[in-house]
């Protein structure tokens, strides 16, 4: 099955710095890569996402890039804000119905 | 506006005691879903249900079962809750087949099962 590694686990930047997560998938069939954010008490939100036909897609301060050789697919936010601290959670899937998350990064911004 | 809702939001019961989360969506979606949270290890998927009467198996159903009888409503049910299945859960919904579809979380139900 899928199997689906998160880096980091944890990130701290200040306010203003850019931040990048990436995550790496095994299942050369996956081709939906959706990227969430959770804020306390609530339920993950989906923030981005990109298919296998596409290398990069951007939307204001967030952008995600996939790289389907190395199988590896990041999110970047620039111009970080402290309503941006959250645990982010990347997936993939698509050989199957049942889609694999990463296991979390908590990113966290200092004002 | 569109919403999954899940409830109880909170709960703590004791072991064997049969408990169902219940978990609607007001959205038509096809695809449902149930995962567990736990630290660590990210989001796992339990059950998922691509309409009704059809329904399959996730990563970790052991100990779970669910049921599909109306398109919104999507039930999950512990028939002898055990302290391992103590955890955070999430339904979630999405259009079509579901596993190439963004996904429409519910806010969660916090088990503990003592």
């Known amino acids: 099955g899928e199997n689906v590694e998160q880096h980091p ?16 998938y095994s299942d050369s069939a996956s081709n939906y890569f959706p990227w969430y954010k959770q804020e306390l008490g609530k339920g993950p939100q989906l923030i981005i996402d990109i298919r296998s036909n596409v290398g990069e897609k951007k939307d204001q301060r967030i ?33 199957s119905y049942i889609p694999t998350f990463g296991r979390g990064t908590s990113l966290i911004v200092h004002p | 506006e569109a919403q999954v809702t899940q409830n109880p939001r909170y709960l703590i019961t004791v072991t064997g005691k049969k408990l169902t989360v219940t978990c609607s969506q007001n959205m038509n979606h096809e695809y449902m879903s149930w995962y567990r949270q736990d630290p660590g290890l990210g989001l796992r998927q339990i059950y998922y249900s691509m309409n009704v009467e059809v329904t399959d198996k996730g990563d970790v159903p052991e100990g779970y079962k669910v049921s599909r009888k109306e398109k919104r409503n999507f039930p999950l049910i512990l028939e002898s809750p055990s302290p391992n299945q103590t955890s955070l859960y999430f339904c979630a919904s999405s259009s079509g087949s579901g596993g190439n579809q963004p996904q429409h979380f519910g806010d969660g139900t916090r088990l503990s099962i003592l």
């Open chain 1, 9 to 24: 686990s944890t990130l701290s930047v200040q306010e203003g710095d850019s931040a990048v997560i990436k995550c790496t």
């Open chain 1, 63 to 95: 952008a995600v890039t996939l790289n389907k050789t190395a199988k590896h697919f990041s999110l970047h936010i620039t111009e970080t804000q402290p309503e941006d601290s959250a645990v982010y959670f990347c997936a993939a899937s698509g050989g």
